[in-house]
Structure formats: structure tokens, C-alpha cells
């Protein structure tokens, strides 16, 4: 078993997350939790990768994934990138939407503006540091062994979206909702296009922050409550907004591709890559 991890750790993180995050779902579904218990999937990916590192038996492994909870020391300018640049692009889709459509949509009816820190705080730690040690802390440096940061992110963005397909069949779902918009070839595509550029993003910021889990876990956390929660793109904008959104989140994915270079999507650093001995 170790080896299998060794050598297909990405198609391992994808299988036992997939199975961690689809038995509170099934549960619900059968009634025997309650309906809010099928969030508790988002913590699967985190799971699977402390499960993997140990399964791993490297020296030291499970104790290297978790130090990178603890990595903050990255430079005020990573931090203000981690918790705006979603903010940025919201506004910039608005905008859009706004130039482009037929409907005009203001700030009205958003939440108020000091909910955002307790959205932020929320989401870091539960779809963040539920989702990152694994995606992020566990796969990144494995995968970059190999390949090239690009397409590690490419690797991982694929999954990553694979890993969401049973929403899109869950009633109440917003990517369900998708689905009865535009077909589920559309909506899965899209969505899987806007999971890939955020995962080029993530590995960039991962690349040049000594690994950290936390900084990709705050831009996960703080993109879902901007996009989502604070903005909520999608209900006031519907998939004419969405595909602005997603559009821009490859717009800024390129320009770090170009900028930063494919190798390491990093112009001053090595990519962060497993050492044989941790700890």
C-alpha cells in the first residue's frame, strides 16, 4: 500500500477523498443524519492526505504536512493577496455583468460589510484547512517531484473537480442548480475550468510561500466567502455572471503562467518539491 501512495499519490488522494467525502452524503440521503451533516465531506481531502502521509511511512511525513499549517512568516504582500484578490475579481465581474447585460446590479441586498471577517474565519478553517492539507499540502510537493508546477496544478485541478461531481446531483446544490440552467456538460465544464484556474493560483501562492498550507487555505476560505457568501455571484448574477467569473479567474491564472513561468510558477524560487527524509 505504501508504495501505491508513493507512486500514484494524487490518483490515491482522489479515491479515498472521494469515498470520505461521498459516505456523509450517503448517510444524509438514507436519513440517517440530518441534512447539514453532508458538509462534513468537505473535510475529506484534508483527512485523506494526514491518512495518506502516514500510510506513506515516510519519516516524518505526517509531522512535514502539518508544519505547513504553521507557516505565516510569507510577507504582507502574499497576505493582502490571499484575502482581496477574490474580493477584486467580484467587483470586476459585477462591473462586467453591469456593461454587458441587461439587468444592472448594484450593492444592494449584500450582507454587511463586517460579516465578511466571520465568513472568512469560517470558511479558512472549514473548507480551507478542510481541503488544503490535502490538495495543497499533500499533493503539491509530491506531484512537483515530476512535473512541472503547471501541470501538478492542472493534475490537481482535474481531480479537484472531479471530487465535487456528486453536487451536481444532489437537489439544492448550487451546482445542481447549474445543471437544470445549462445541462451538466456545460455547467461541469465551466465549473471545471474556474477549479483549474484557482488551482494554478493556489500552486503560485504555495510555490512562493516556503509551502505554506495556511496562505492557500486563507485564499480558499476568504475566495469562498467573497464569491459566495458576500458578493454571491451566482444568485445575483446567474450563469451569465459565473462565466465573467470564471472567465477573469483564468485571465489572472495566465498572467502568472506568463509572469511567473510554467516550471515553478515562481520567478525566484524552486518549486516545492518532498524531500527523501522529513523531519
Known amino acids: 500500500m505504501a508504495e501505491l501512495v508513493k507512486k500514484y499519490p494524487a490518483l490515491a488522494l482522489f479515491a479515498l477523498a472521494s469515498l470520505l467525502g461521498i459516505l ?12 447539514g451533516f453532508s458538509q462534513l465531506g468537505a473535510l475529506s481531502a484534508s483527512a485523506s492526505g494526514i491518512i495518506l502521509a502516514a500510510v506513506e511511512r515516510r519519516k516524518g511525513g505526517v509531522r512535514e504536512l502539518l508544519r505547513r499549517v504553521l507557516i505565516w512568516k510569507v510577507g504582507i504582500g502574499w497576505w493582502a493577496f490571499a484575502l482581496v484578490i477574490t ?11 453591469n456593461l454587458t447585460g441587461d439587468q444592472n446590479v448594484g450593492l444592494n441586498g449584500v450582507v454587511p460589510w463586517y ?24 499533493l503539491i510537493p509530491r506531484l512537483q517531484i515530476r512535473h512541472s508546477a503547471l501541470t501538478t496544478s492542472f ?17 439544492g446544490e448550487t451546482q445542481y442548480i447549474w445543471v437544470q440552467d445549462v445541462g451538466f456538460f456545460a455547467a461541469f465544464l465551466g465549473y ?12 503560485w501562492v504555495f510555490n512562493n510561500t516556503k509551502g505554506s498550507v495556511l496562505l492557500v487555505a486563507v485564499v ?19 450563469m451569465e455572471g459565473n462565466c465573467i467569473l470564471t472567465a477573469l479567474m483564468a485571465a489572472v491564472s495566465i498572467f502568472i503562467i506568463v509572469f511567473a513561468g510554467p516550471a515553478n510558477l515562481s520567478r525566484t524560487k524552486e518549486r516545492q518539491k518532498l524531500s527523501l527524509q522529513c523531519g
Open 87 to 97: 474580493a477584486i475579481i467580484s467587483v470586476t465581474t459585477l462591473i462586467l455583468f
Open 155 to 171: 493534475i490537481i485541478g482535474a481531480l479537484h473537480s472531479l471530487w465535487h461531481l456528486p453536487k451536481f446531483f444532489i437537489e
Open 220 to 238: 480558499h476560505g476568504a475566495g469562498n466567502a467573497w464569491i459566495g457568501g458576500y458578493f454571491d455571484i451566482h444568485g445575483r448574477t446567474g
Open 192 to 203: 471545471a475550468v474556474f477549479v483549474i484556474a484557482w488551482a494554478i493560483q493556489l500552486t
Open 115 to 138: 460579516d465578511i471577517f466571520s465568513m472568512m474565519i469560517f470558511l479558512t478553517i472549514f473548507a480551507g484547512l478542510g481541503e488544503e492539507l490535502g490538495w495543497r499540502g499533500f
Open 24 to 35: 456523509p452524503m450517503t448517510l444524509v440521503a438514507a436519513g440517517i443524519l440530518p441534512s
